[in-house]
């Protein structure tokens, strides 16, 4: 049960930090610029979602590594 717990920590934190680097590299484009441009939408979105995705694997990896 704990290692779910782990991977969705993970998970959420992963996606925290995708944000936040989202954050950096699209601050000096405008809002209406983002809004519109289908390939930031998908190059950035996609980006966020690896990030949590290997923040679970890291929870993961983590629970196996230190608490089995």
Not at 7 to 17: A, C, P, R
Request: aromatic residues 22%.
């Amino acid at each position: 049960m704990s290692v779910y717990i782990f991977g969705l920590f993970g998970f959420v934190m992963g996606f925290g930090v995708g944000l936040g680097v989202i954050n950096v590299f699209l601050r000096h484009y405008s809002n209406e610029k983002i809004k519109n441009d289908k390939s930031l939408r998908w190059t950035y979105g996609l980006a966020v979602w690896v990030f949590a995705a290997l923040g679970a694997w890291l929870g993961i990896w983590l629970y196996h590594n230190s608490f089995i």
